[in-house]
């Protein structure tokens, strides 16, 4: 016997099997119950949501010998017939195929003849909507006036090219995406059934990828076992489906909220690499951002999210690095992307790599409530018509109505129109303490660069927060000669310097120390009292010896003592 495909095999035959649509289902069963049926349905929604097999198990209840019923036997000859596709009474159509008005025609003419052994005469359309305009005109009139013994049901899955003349006669029912969480219950009953070994964190990466199609949920979960005999990973289901790692959407994002350019280009290199279908990658990202637009909005609101409870952390402290309004940019950048990709005759890793790098050095969102705050902060005051000026417009007194001094806020010549919706991308934008500590590490990299000694000082310094774009860097009780080193003009002058390039924000530092911690400079007191001196200390609390050992790469293999 040849291999039959699971989305054969396990078609739904009962009302009851077809996935997550109740809402369809149990209305029609009323219906029958009720002696209630109509003479013409359209089964709207998706692909692979169950419209075709929900009209089959409808023509089984209405033909079946036990019918018109709810519940189909499934072992009469009729619902057998129409299981196998072989019933006389049940005749399926494809609209793509026969889309003219001949076929309508002949199909009016069929009508008139009564069913051969069922209660009915049910006519199956398929994509209705690829029926030209004269085969619609002509399938009209018996549309209207069908005879008693005559039924039409429709599916398709673009109903708004369907005429409305059509819908008006027509009972219409709304097929629903499939969420990930029924795909996930549904493939793990299948798993069950065929003795497959996947988790659940495997099944919801099948369900993802099927997009609320069951018919498709159920055919990559054949290509995996076809994949693997043993036990399937997660790591498995990736290769074999060419999906995108979670936590490489994860490492993407921080790197766009570190500002690293090179990163994210690395990350759209490994894409192409390993395989992966770019429009996949986009559409993971999208899905990754609306996770992180909803936490952003409500970090409580976890019931609107289709995701593992262990991601769910990852995903709030990403929601951090970003504000509200950065989040609606990127969406917009990556709903732009997927348009390109599909659309456009670009090079689809030039669209991905140009759209990863203005993600990685898009300016952070602003408010004007908050310009107007650091107008405020302005030793000129807001008075002042140049206060401002280096932003993108300038503030100016004017004269109104009731020749009262108004404050107005000027753009300048080209800009665009972010500003009227309500944010603008501001060169002097307030950044959050997230960024700088997802870029931090990155930032001490290219400050060694230039000066090793200063980035060594900075490396045991903990960034505790940041108001107002005030960097507050606290030293341990050890680090006080670090504190003056760093705090000199000229060196920190640089760090400043290389800050604000980094980070691309107008950064300000405090320095400070904190005494709370346990105070080392005793122990080294005690130490150095008793000529037993602690190398590692020595090195850590010396900023010359340090620099001096980075330098020439060397090692201190002992201390001569002073001659007395």
Same mark, same amino acid.
């Given at each position: 016997?040849?291999?039959?495909?699971?989305a054969?095999k396990?078609r739904?035959q009962?009302f009851e099997?077809v996935v997550?649509q109740?809402?369809?289902t149990?209305t029609?069963?009323?219906s029958i119950k009720n002696?209630?049926?109509g003479?013409?349905?359209?089964?709207?929604?998706?692909r692979?949501t169950?419209k075709t097999?929900?009209?089959r198990?409808l023509a089984k209840?209405?033909?079946?010998?036990?019918?018109p019923?709810?519940?189909?036997?499934?072992?009469?000859?009729?619902?057998?017939?129409i299981?196998?596709?072989?019933s006389l009474?049940?005749?399926?159509i494809d609209?793509?195929s026969?889309?003219?008005?001949?076929?309508?025609?002949t199909?009016?003419e069929?009508?008139r003849?009564l069913p051969?052994?069922?209660?009915?005469?049910?006519y199956?359309i398929d994509e209705v909507h690829? /029926?030209s305009g004269? *085969?619609?005109d002509a =399938?009209?009139?018996?549309? %209207? +006036?069908?005879?008693?013994?005559?039924?039409?049901i429709?599916?398709?899955?673009e109903?708004?090219k369907?005429?409305e003349?059509i819908?008006?006669?027509?009972?219409?029912?709304?097929f629903?995406?499939?969420?990930i969480n029924?795909?996930?219950a549904n493939?793990s009953?299948?798993?069950?059934?065929e003795?497959?070994?996947?988790?659940?964190?495997g099944?919801?990466l099948?369900?993802?990828?099927?997009?609320g199609?069951?018919?498709?949920s159920?055919?990559? /979960?054949d290509?995996? *076992?076809?994949?693997s =005999?043993?036990e399937?990973? %997660? +790591?498995?289901?990736?290769k074999?489906?060419?999906?995108?790692?979670?936590?490489f959407?994860?490492?993407?994002?921080?790197?766009?909220?570190?500002?690293?350019?090179k990163?994210?280009?690395?990350?759209?290199k490994n894409i192409?690499?390993?395989?992966?279908?770019?429009k996949?990658f986009v559409g993971?990202l999208l899905?990754?951002?609306?996770?992180?637009?909803?936490?952003?909005?409500?970090?409580?609101?976890?019931?609107?999210l289709?995701?593992?409870?262990?991601?769910?952390e990852g995903y709030?402290?990403q929601?951090?690095?970003?504000?509200l309004?950065d989040?609606?940019?990127?969406?917009k950048m990556?709903a732009d992307?997927?348009?390109d990709?599909k659309?456009?005759?670009?090079?689809?890793?030039?669209?991905l790599e140009m759209?990863a790098v203005k993600?990685?050095?898009?300016?952070?969102?602003?408010k004007?409530?908050?310009?107007?705050?650091?107008m405020?902060?302005n030793t000129?005051g807001?008075?002042n018509?140049?206060a401002g000026s280096d932003?993108f417009g300038s503030?100016e007194?004017?004269k109104?109505d009731h020749?009262?001094?108004?404050?107005?806020?000027?753009k300048?010549?080209?800009?665009?129109d972010?500003n009227e919706?309500g944010?603008?991308?501001?060169?002097a934008?307030?950044?959050?303490?997230?960024?700088?500590?997802?870029?931090?590490?990155?930032f001490i990299?290219?400050l060694?660069?230039q000066r090793?000694m200063?980035?060594s000082q900075l490396?045991?310094?903990?960034v505790r927060?940041i108001?107002?774009n005030?960097?507050?860097?606290?030293?341990?009780p050890s680090?006080?000669?670090?504190?003056l080193?760093?705090?000199k003009k000229?060196?920190?002058n640089?760090?400043?310097?290389?800050?604000?390039?980094h980070?691309?924000?107008?950064?300000s530092?405090?320095?400070?120390?904190?005494?709370?911690?346990?105070?080392?400079?005793?122990k080294?007191q005690n130490?150095y009292?008793?000529?037993n001196?602690n190398l590692?200390?020595?090195?850590e609390?010396s900023?010359?010896?340090?620099?001096?050992?980075?330098?020439?790469n060397?090692?201190?293999?002992?201390?001569?003592?002073?001659?007395?």
């Open positions: 016997m040849s291999y039959l495909v699971f054969r396990y739904p009962k099997d997550a109740e809402h369809v149990k029609l069963q009323n002696n209630r049926l003479s013409g349905y359209l089964f709207c929604g998706p692979g169950g097999t929900t009209a198990i209840a209405i033909n079946c010998v036990n019918g019923t709810p519940e189909p036997c499934g072992k009469c000859p009729a619902c057998i017939e299981t196998k596709g072989s009474d049940v005749l399926e609209a793509a026969n889309t003219g008005v001949d076929d309508i025609r199909l009016r069929n009508v003849y051969t052994g069922g209660h009915k005469r049910i199956i690829r /029926l004269p *085969a619609f =399938l009209l009139k018996t549309l %209207e +006036e069908p005879p008693a013994h005559v039924m039409f429709f599916a398709t899955t109903p708004l369907v005429p003349t819908l008006s006669r027509t009972q219409r029912f709304d629903k995406r499939v969420s029924d795909l996930t493939l009953k299948i798993s069950q059934a003795n497959l070994k996947i988790n659940e964190a099944l919801r099948i369900a993802r990828k099927a997009d199609s069951v018919r498709d159920l055919s990559l /979960l290509q995996i *076992a076809s994949y =005999l043993g399937i990973t %997660e +790591e498995e289901i990736i074999a489906l060419g999906l995108v790692d979670r936590q959407i994860f490492d993407f994002i921080t790197a766009i909220a570190a500002k690293e350019s990163q994210v280009l690395k990350l759209i192409f690499d390993s395989g992966v279908d770019p996949d993971e899905e990754h951002f609306r996770i992180l637009l909803i936490l952003a909005t409500d970090k409580n609101a976890t019931d609107l289709e995701v593992n409870p262990d991601e769910i709030l402290k929601s951090d690095y970003f504000s309004g989040i609606m940019r990127l969406i990556a992307l997927n348009a990709l659309e456009s005759g670009l090079d689809e890793r030039l669209l759209t993600m990685a050095e898009m300016e952070a969102t602003v004007f409530e908050d310009i107007l705050k650091l405020r902060q000129q807001l008075g018509s140049s932003l503030f007194k004017k109104d020749q009262t001094d108004k404050l107005t806020f000027v300048k010549q080209g800009e665009t972010d919706r944010y603008v991308p501001l060169s934008h307030l950044i959050n303490l997230p960024t700088i500590k997802a870029g931090w590490d990155n990299s290219v060694r660069q090793p200063l980035a490396g045991m310094v903990e927060e108001v107002d005030k960097l507050l860097l606290v030293f341990p680090g006080e000669t670090s504190k080193i760093v705090e000229d060196n920190l640089l760090i400043v310097t290389i800050l604000k390039e980070f691309k924000a107008n950064l530092i405090k320095f400070d120390i904190d005494h709370k911690k346990e105070n080392l400079n005793i080294k130490s009292k008793n000529n001196i590692e200390k020595l090195v609390e900023p010359r010896v340090k620099m001096l050992l980075d330098k020439v060397g090692q201190i293999i002992g201390v001569k003592k002073a001659k007395k």
